[in-house]
Nanobody, 127 residues
Framework: VQLVESGGGSVQAGGSLRLSCAAS????????MAWFRQAPGKEREGIAR????????????YYADSVKGRFTISRDNTGGMLYLQMNSLRPDDTGIYYC??????????????????WGQGTQVTVS
């Protein structure tokens, strides 16, 4: 499984960025996908996850309090893509952002241990 993030960059506080994550194949996108970030000197933090109920064709997003109301996670299941729309960015949003695919059988949470495949990360800098 290969996950490739893109869309990072430098932006001023209050600005927006949209991150994308491409799975190497549509079938590589799991029911549960998530975005994590890691700030310098800090542990990796889960910020948003999305669970796809394919039977009901419905997505269930969930956000960490730190990004709730500002970030939106979404997915395009036909193309194997995961997105993170980030608005009202703040300097403490700075970090490396990773997309991840959940391990089979794990609950769809924001815990890094529940995810077994990771992208290489994309840098987001807010000043």
């Amino acid at each position: 499984v290969q996950l490739v993030e893109s869309g990072g960059g430098s932006v001023q506080a209050g600005g927006s960025l949209r991150l994308s994550c491409a799975a190497s194949a549509v079938t590589d996108a799991a029911n549960c996908m998530a975005w994590f970030r890691q700030a310098p000197g800090k542990e990796r933090e889960g910020i948003a996850r999305i669970y796809r109920n394919f039977a009901r064709s419905a997505d269930d997003p969930y956000y960490a309090d730190s990004v709730k109301g500002r970030f939106t996670i979404s997915r395009d299941n036909t193309g194997g893509m995961l997105y993170l729309q980030m608005n009202s960015l703040r300097p403490d949003d700075t970090g490396i952002y990773y997309c991840a695919k959940a391990r089979p059988g794990y609950a769809c949470s924001l815990q890094p241990a529940a995810f077994g495949s990771w992208g290489q990360g994309t840098q987001v800098t807010v000043s």
